[in-house]
């Protein structure tokens, strides 16, 4: 077979790739990897690199018993990430460049926007984008918190064709293979279901890897609603990349949808995290789903969470059917405020000077759709 016809691909290297036996990086299996981006690049394919490691990578510096601390945790991050950062750049003959990314950074649709043009810039100028989480400034609300996750988020930020996740294990089995002798290997996944998700176990315990299967699937989940083809391989083996090459599957291969949802939909459904909820009246999830701009205060019986003018919502119904996620024109703060008035021309009259409490330029129909 000849090579695939990828304009750009992203791809995500884990933790044990880069840092074995965590004492700092080795390139020992990073120069097969290395090798395969400069591979595409000269078949014209543009690469970005999303790279773990920084935390295996610094965990060497800092003293066993503190090694669970999170302060510490995100000091071997940063320790780590220079060094991850050098071993890369030292085995490629064009530049690299770093982009330290949080989930805060990318459900902020103008951080987004930018987050995309940035990398769109180092493409055009040759530069290969090297993504990871910003780990010393998150916190569980502001991050990922997996790179798998984060690099199907960048794969549809950068309109990758395909994600190449590369693993410590050939892809996806139909249970943990560490766990049961019996496992065998999916070549191809037509579509994610449960079913997908209850093969899934997480990382080796005491191992450097986060997330496991699970977020891998989750990961393909956001990227084949984009159109991405979705890789699982072993990043072990040299012949994992020479087959990617020759256009084979050497691994886990998750089929993009045929009709994929379109850019900011995907953003609004996959990336961008809901920071409230609002609770509207059962009868009125018809008219949301045809008009968004139909809702107006008076559907409105709840304002959950805190948010402000920008932020993206959930709109539901009392007995927890999802209808839309949605940018607010209103914070929590306001629209309890219009929401709680007894007299109904007054919240009306405001409205229509205001304009419609979400509109219908970033809404993303949920389980009507
Ligand atoms: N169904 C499964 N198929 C393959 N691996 C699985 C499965 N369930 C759990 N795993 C575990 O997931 C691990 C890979 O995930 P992880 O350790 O997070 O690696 P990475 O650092 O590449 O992200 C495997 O080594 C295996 O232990
Ligand atoms: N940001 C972290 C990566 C965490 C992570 O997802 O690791 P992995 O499961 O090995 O891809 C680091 O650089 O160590």
Not at 273 to 289: T, Y
Request: charged share 25%.
């Amino acid at each position: 077979m000849s090579h695939p016809n990828w304009k750009r691909v992203v791809i995500k290297v884990g933790s044990a790739l880069i840092s074995p036996n965590q004492q700092g990086c080795s390139s020992h299996y990073l120069l097969s990897i290395a090798q395969f981006i400069v591979r595409c690049r000269a078949n014209g394919t543009q690469v970005v690199l999303v790279s773990s490691g920084s935390v295996a990578a610094g965990a060497h510096l800092f003293p066993e018993q503190e090694k669970s601390n999170i302060a510490v945790k995100k000091a071997m991050a940063a320790a780590g990430q220079t060094e991850m950062i050098a071993t890369w750049d030292r085995l490629f003959d064009f530049p690299s460049a770093q982009m330290l990314l949080t989930h805060a950074d990318l459900r902020d649709r103008e951080r987004y926007v930018s987050i995309r043009e940035t990398i769109f810039s180092l493409l055009d100028h040759n530069v290969l984008p090297i993504v990871n989480e910003n780990d010393t400034v998150t916190t569980d609300k502001l991050k990922v918190g997996d790179n798998d996750n984060l690099s199907a988020m960048v794969a549809a930020a950068a309109d990758a064709d395909a994600l190449i996740i590369c693993s410590d294990i050939d892809g996806l089995y139909d249970k943990n293979p560490h766990e049961h002798d019996d496992a065998s290997l999916l070549k191809t996944v037509e579509s994610i279901d449960a079913s997908i998700y209850a093969m899934a176990g997480g990382a080796v315990k005491g191992g450097v890897g986060t997330g496991g299967m699970r977020t891998k699937i989750e990961a393909a989940e956001k990227a084949v609603s984009h159109g991405i083809d979705t890789y699982i391989i072993n990043g072990f083996t040299e012949l994992s990349f020479n087959m990617l090459l020759a256009g084979e599957n050497p691994g886990t291969h998750f089929k993009p949808y045929e009709k994929p949802m379109k850019e900011n939909v995907h953003w609004m459904t996959h990336t961008s995290n809901a920071q409230g909820e609002v609770i509207v009246e059962g009868d009125f999830d018809e008219s949301l789903v045809r008009d968004s701009e139909q809702l107006t205060s008076s559907e409105i019986i709840d304002v959950k969470g805190e948010f402000s003018v920008g932020d993206t919502i959930l709109v539901r119904k009392e007995d927890g059917t999802k209808l839309v996620k949605a940018k607010s024109n209103y914070s929590s703060c306001l629209l309890n405020f219009i929401a709680n008035q007894e007299n109904d021309e007054f919240a009306s009259e405001f409205e229509e000077k205001t304009g419609p409490i979400i509109s219908d330029q970033h809404v993303a129909n949920l389980e009507k759709e």
